[in-house]
């Protein structure tokens, strides 16, 4: 008779290589639509002898009923494959770890702050902090800057609208150096003492910030020379940069509050910076009419004073060439030193 065998393995093989479900009802119309393989065949049931029709048509409608299966099982099969290509597609990934909380850092200057702390208590200095705003005196008079002198004018700095005892205007200090004549005043010899902190003037460039960073130095006793500035200063700089392979210079230069005053320069004998003189501090012995402003008498008490930049310190130290990064706040900046 007729071979249904073969036409169900056929059309499993075409129902199997249908890749959508359009290709699989056109596959399936060619087997059981209106002329399809096996609707012809039902319709010849009648040509045969009547005692062959019942098995016949029984037979072909067994064929008939596992084609419908093989298409129901690739039909579910092809809606998997969809879903599953949905499902790839649209994937959210929920084990990606959350932004979180990003941990904060000390900005370099603040680290130069802490470094220096270090340094200057393990020889026995002590740590100062003072206002950021200071009277006309303590800013300069009493560092024997006196009214109408022109070195007044290299520190042109910020006023404040309010006035001190003396009638005059309180001002943002332009340096740390009112810091030698407060502590003195208030501690007996032997002053041994670093003051860091903010300091302010009229100046805005590459190379200068209205705002930026000094640390004072003061050392009165009995005997304190420009020897032990010289020790102490230099031994700061080798333990600060981590090397001994750096030389330091006195120039001389002037200060009001010192005599003689002397610019400290260093110079590294390797490294990036190697080979150059770098001008690093002011420096120099406090002048007697500063020690009396202190309360003490010069003829029995002498000493030294400096006063150095943090960011200068900072730039040097890790190769930083503008100083306007340290105040932008820009974290591929600042992610650097954390
Ligand atoms: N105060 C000075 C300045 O800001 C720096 C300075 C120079 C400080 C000499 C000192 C010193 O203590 O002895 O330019």
Known sequence: MWNLEAIVARAQVDFGAAGDPASLEN????????????????????????????????????????????????????????????????????????RGRTRGGVHPVMRTWQRIETIFQSIGFD???????????????????????????????FYVDMKDVDGKQLLLRTHTSPMQVRYARLHRPPIKVIAPGRTYRVDSDATHSPMFHQVEGLWIDEQVSFADLKGVYTDFLRRFFETDDLQVRFRPSYFPFTEPSAEIDMKFDSGPHKG???????????????????????????????????????MLRYGIDDLRLFFEGDLRFLKQFS
Request: net charge negative; aromatic share 6%; no cysteine.
């Open 27 to 98: 596959a399936k119309a060619r087997y059981l639509g209106k002329s399809g393989e096996l609707t012809a065949l039902l319709k010849t049931l009648g040509t045969l002898p009547a005692d062959e029709r019942k098995s016949a048509g029984a037979a072909i409608n067994a064929a008939k009923e596992r084609l419908e299966q093989a298409l129901d099982a690739r039909r579910a099969e092809l809606a998997g494959e969809k879903l599953a290509a949905r499902l790839a597609e649209e994937a959210l990934d929920v084990t990606l770890p959350a």
């Open 276 to 314: 150059r003189w770098l001008e690093i501090s002011g420096s120099g012995q406090v002048h007697p009419d500063v020690v009396r402003n202190f309360g003490l008498d010069p003829e029995r008490y002498i000493g030294f004073a400096f006063g150095s930049g943090l960011e200068r310190l900072t």
């Open 127 to 157: 740590i100062a902090d003072g206002p950021e705003i200071e009277t006309d005196w303590y800013n300069f008079t009493a560092l024997n800057n006196p009214e109408n002198h022109p070195a007044r004018s290299m520190q042109d700095t």
